[in-house]
């Protein structure tokens, strides 16, 4: 059985940083994408960033710049490192994993495994 466990949420205030770990098991992921999505309160499953084997990283425009994906292939983990943080970046952030190629990657829908999530909230 697949799954995927986040890890490192919690509360911080803006301009901190933090980091997030997604842990997979049960297969691996290595040579397809694995991704971080967000969702706030009532608004939809957002993309954040996605990384596919090697160095191929992809970022939602509102987070370029500040937010750093990476992977251990080895250790099946993805990592969400996120920097300047921002109160609008308080979220449900869940981590993603493709099991198949085709589809836009920024889409929730081109993902088969989710994580549980972890709540990330940016407060003063």
């Known amino acids: 059985q697949v799954q995927l466990v986040e890890s490192g949420g919690g509360l911080v205030q803006p301009g901190d940083s933090l980091s997030l770990s997604c842990a997979a098991s049960?297969?691996?992921?290595?040579?397809?994408?694995m991704g971080w999505f967000r969702q706030a309160p009532g608004k939809e499953r957002e993309f954040v960033a996605a990384i596919w084997s090697g160095v191929s990283t992809y970022y939602a425009d509102s987070v370029k710049g500040r937010f750093t994906i990476s992977r251990d292939s080895a250790k099946n983990t993805v990592y969400l490192r996120m920097n300047r943080l921002k109160p609008e970046d308080t979220a449900v952030y869940y981590c993603?994993?493709?099991?198949?190629?085709?589809?836009?990657?920024?889409?929730?829908?081109?993902?088969?495994?989710w994580g549980q999530g972890t709540q990330v909230t940016v407060s003063s």
């Open positions: 049960g297969r691996s992921f290595s040579g397809y994408a």
């Open positions: 993603a994993a493709r099991g198949s190629y085709g589809g836009s990657q920024n889409s929730p829908a081109a993902y088969d495994y």
